[in-house]
């Protein structure tokens, strides 16, 4: 079992950057592949970015974050990392990572085993 803690949430301007966190407990997470996804006031959660399991990670985003945001893993520091530039406003949301082990990278919400408790984004205009 992995248990997840996200931070580096904040408020930011747009036009902004922000770098968030997903640290996990274990030794064995490269084992796992990661996934972010984000929730909005009112709105489902939403994928926005993946990376499989190892060291390097195929990487697969959402159409809304493409050349935006950056999805990369540490394992060393059992870390994954979620870059994210030139917010906009409708960016504002709660922020969760997930995991589960697997060969792939996933993109539904089901897929995924462990949750963190997310962190709050908010981009002002």
């Known amino acids: 079992q992995v248990q997840l803690v996200e931070s580096g949430g904040g408020l930011v301007q747009a036009g902004g950057s922000l770098r968030l966190s997903c640290a996990a407990s274990g030794r064995t997470f490269s084992r796992y592949a990661v996934g972010w996804f984000r929730q909005a006031p009112g709105k489902e959660r939403e994928f926005l970015a993946a990376v499989s399991r190892g060291g390097g990670g195929s990487q697969y985003y959402a159409d809304s974050v493409k050349g935006r945001f950056t999805i990369s893993r540490d394992n060393a520091k059992n870390t994954v990392y979620l870059q994210m530039n030139s917010l906009k406003s409708e960016d504002t949301a709660v922020y969760y990572c997930?995991?589960?082990?697997?060969?792939?990278?996933?993109?539904?919400?089901?897929?995924?085993?462990?949750w963190g408790q997310g962190t709050q984004v908010t981009v002002s205009s």
């Open positions: 997930a995991a589960r082990e697997g060969s792939s990278y996933y993109t539904r919400e089901y897929e995924y085993y462990y």
